[in-house]
C-alpha cells in the first residue's frame, strides 16, 4: 500500500462534469474516502457524454468518467425529496470537506449552500468549483474549461498566432478542468492543515476563469507594466527572435522538434556538434555571444538551425540528441507520451482493474509522496454504492427499502 496523506479523511462531493470532481479524484489518489453524491434517476450528466474520442470507451471503462471519478463510491440521491436531503445531512455531520459544484441558485434551492451545510456541521470545510468565481454580476453563469478558462483567461489569445485562420482550440479534453482540479485539491489540503492547526474553518474558492488567468500571469503582469502586450508569433515563425536556440523546428518527415535552451551562449557550440556543423562554432557571426545574439546573427543562427534540422527525420534527430547538453523536446502525440520511458519509470500511469477485471491504464494525479505513485482504483458505477453509506449511516435494510420506494435513492 503507498502511502496516503489523506487516509480516515471523509469528503462528500456533490458535483458533476469534470473541473470540480477531478478534485475528488486527486483527493481519492492521496487516500481520503471520497462520497460521489449523484442524482437517483440521471446521475452525473457526463455519463455515457459523447464527445469525439473525448467520450470513448470500452465496455464499462470510459476514461471521461474514469479520470475524474476513480477511487470514489457513489451514491444516488434526489436532493429535491426532504428524506434524501436528509441522508446528505448524515453524510454531511460525517465528513470533514464538502465539494461542489453548482450554480448559487441551485445550491440555494437544494439546500447544499455553505449556510444551510455550516448548520449541519459548523466544522466542515466548504469547496466551490465555479465557472466565474463566486463574486460579481457572473456568479451565476456557468461555464466550461473552453470557454472560461482556456478562451476568456487568455490562453486561447496567446496560443493562436495572428496570422492564423482560426482560433486555437484546447489541446485536450478536460485540459483545464484537470489542472483545475489539482488546485482545489491543494487548497482543501491546506484548509485542512489550518483546521487542524487553528481550529477554524474555511470556504474555498476556485474558479476556472482564476485558473486561466493565473496560467496567463506572467503575460498579465508584463502588460500591466508596459500597458500593451505582445502578440503570438508568426504562423511562419518557428525561432524566437531573441534567441536561435528558443523554437521549434520542422524535420524531414514533418515532425516537430522544441529548442527551449534560453542560455545560448553556453549551448551553441554543443549544437553546432549535434548538427555536424562544428565551423558555425568558429564562425565569426557566432564565435561570442555578443556576436550571436545581435539580432541579424540572431536570424542567420535560426536559419541555418531550421534549414539543417529539416533534412532528416523526426527519429534520427530524437535518438542523436539524447546527448545534447541543453534543453530540448520532441513533440509527442498521446500514445508517444503514454509510451515515454521517462513517464514509465516514474509512474506517471498506472494499471486500474476495471468494473470488468479487466486491466485498463490512467494517469496518475502528479503528486507523489515517498517517490512512490499512487495506487489507482476504478470510477464506481452509478450509484454503485448507496446500499453501503446508507449501511454505514445506521440505516436498515427496511428504511433503506422505504427510501427506494419514494424515489429519495436509487
Given amino acids: 500500500m503507498t502511502y496516503q496523506p489523506m487516509r480516515g479523511v471523509k469528503i ?19 487516500g ?20 469525439g474520442t473525448g467520450g470513448a470507451a470500452i465496455g464499462s471503462f470510459q476514461p471521461l468518467m474514469e479520470h475524474p471519478n476513480r477511487g470514489k463510491r457513489s451514491i444516488g440521491l434526489a436532493l429535491e425529496k426532504p428524506e434524501a436531503l436528509e441522508v446528505l445531512y448524515d453524510l454531511v455531520r460525517q465528513s470533514d470537506v464538502m465539494l461542489v459544484n453548482f450554480l448559487p441558485s441551485s445550491r440555494q434551492k437544494l439546500k447544499i449552500d455553505v449556510e444551510h451545510v455550516r448548520a449541519v456541521n459548523p466544522d466542515i470545510i466548504y469547496a466551490r468549483g465555479t465557472a466565474f468565481g463566486n463574486q460579481g454580476a457572473e456568479r451565476e453563469n456557468g461555464g466550461y474549461d473552453m470557454s472560461a478558462f ?82 503570438p508569433a508568426s504562423l511562419t515563425d518557428v525561432s524566437a527572435t531573441f534567441n536561435p536556440l528558443v523554437g521549434t ?16 551562449g553556453r549551448y551553441w557550440a554543443d549544437v553546432c556538434e549535434h548538427l555536424d556543423r562544428p565551423d558555425l562554432i568558429t564562425d565569426e557571426r557566432f564565435a561570442t555571444v555578443e556576436a550571436l545574439m545581435t539580432p541579424e546573427n540572431t536570424a542567420a543562427a535560426a536559419a541555418i538551425i531550421v534549414e539543417i534540422i529539416a533534412s532528416k527525420p523526426f527519429d534520427e534527430w530524437v535518438e542523436r540528441f539524447r546527448t545534447l547538453e541543453g534543453q530540448w523536446a520532441p513533440i509527442q502525440n498521446p500514445l508517444e507520451l503514454a509510451a515515454d520511458p521517462q513517464v514509465r519509470a516514474n509512474g506517471y500511469i498506472r494499471p486500474v ?58
Fill in 12 to 30: 462528500l462531493e456533490v458535483a458533476q462534469f469534470t473541473f470540480t470532481p477531478s478534485a475528488g479524484a486527486v483527493l481519492a489518489d492521496w
Fill in 32 to 51: 481520503a474516502d471520497v462520497i460521489k453524491v449523484e442524482h437517483a434517476v440521471t446521475g452525473d450528466a457526463q455519463r455515457g457524454l459523447k464527445l
Fill in 150 to 231: 482556456w478562451s476568456r483567461g487568455g490562453s486561447a489569445w496567446g496560443a493562436t498566432p495572428p496570422d492564423s485562420p482560426k482560433v486555437i482550440a484546447m489541446p485536450a479534453g478536460a485540459y483545464g478542468d484537470s489542472m483545475g482540479g489539482m488546485t482545489i485539491a491543494g487548497g482543501i489540503a491546506a484548509a485542512l492543515f489550518a483546521r487542524e492547526r487553528t481550529g477554524e474553518t474555511s470556504e474555498l474558492d476556485v474558479s476556472l476563469l482564476s485558473l486561466g488567468t493565473w496560467a496567463m500571469s506572467l503575460a498579465v503582469g508584463n502588460a500591466l507594466l508596459m500597458g500593451e502586450v505582445t502578440l
Fill in 249 to 264: 523546428f520542422r524535420t524531414s518527415d514533418g515532425r516537430w522538434i522544441n529548442f527551449t535552451m534560453l542560455q545560448a
Fill in 353 to 410: 482493474i476495471d468494473e470488468d477485471g479487466i486491466t485498463r491504464e490512467l494517469v496518475a494525479s502528479p503528486v507523489q509522496f515517498d517517490n512512490t505513485p499512487p495506487d489507482l482504483t476504478r470510477a464506481p458505477q452509478f450509484a454503485e454504492h448507496t446500499d453501503e453509506i446508507l449501511t454505514e449511516l445506521g440505516l436498515s435494510m427496511d428504511q433503506i427499502l422505504e427510501l427506494k420506494i419514494s424515489g429519495g435513492v436509487t
